[in-house]
């Protein structure tokens, strides 16, 4: 699972009103294939539009930080972003898991990044053991989870204590209180990668950043229609992540 942030994770004097978290699941077996395609596309936006293989798609600096950029019309720009979303929703076996947190009103001690990385770490593990993602599944798949380079201490810190104490609230028959339901099917702490040097990564970061915008549009998206641009991954959206929501986005 390829994993980024949209939105600052902060609750006092914070800029945006949502955090969003974006996994992107893929299967050892279509890995290559998956890498492949994204690598076409690229190319192919280097023929459209000059962006070059090594420059970074990330999605928040396309549209406001220009840089070497500020050469690739800002229409074009936000079209490249649409185009990477359009090939992701049409890939095969591949599936996105999404987690808002709504910061209004959130106690002072709710820490942001922690409650979303949980919620998306329960859901990777539950969704592999009841094999309800996309593609193939083997009897005892095992999951990784690669991130953007940020937060390493605490993402790390957090999945080690998850491995040794989950509590989740009972429901039904179990009654009242809690169960410790650890996670034991992720493989190794997570490993943190430079977006710069992943694709996939970069994959992942323009779908949580299309999440933050529908729920949060600036002026220039909403203009351009772009805040509807996360509807395109209905195809790919796990939305066995969440039964509350149609779209399978885990909202806390």
Known sequence: ??????????LKNSPTRYFTLSGLVVHEL????FLERIIEFRKRMRNSFGLLMREEIHSAHMINNLGDLVRIKRNDRLTIIKYFLNEIAGMPDVSVINVVVDKEGKAEDYDVMVRAWEALIQRFSNTMSYRNFSGPANADDRGMIIPDNTDV???QGLLRKMRKFNPVPNQGIYGRGY?????GNLVEDPFFKDSRDSYLVQAADVI???LYQKLSPSSYIKKKSAH???DRLDPVLCKAASSMDPEGIVRL
């Open 179 to 183: 169960r410790n339901l650890t996670i």
């Open 1 to 10: 699972m390829y994993v980024d942030e949209s939105g600052d994770c902060g």
């Open 228 to 230: 509807r641009f996360f």
């Open 153 to 155: 201490k605490k993402v």
């Open 208 to 210: 949580a950043f299309s």
């Open 30 to 33: 279509r890995w290559s294939e």
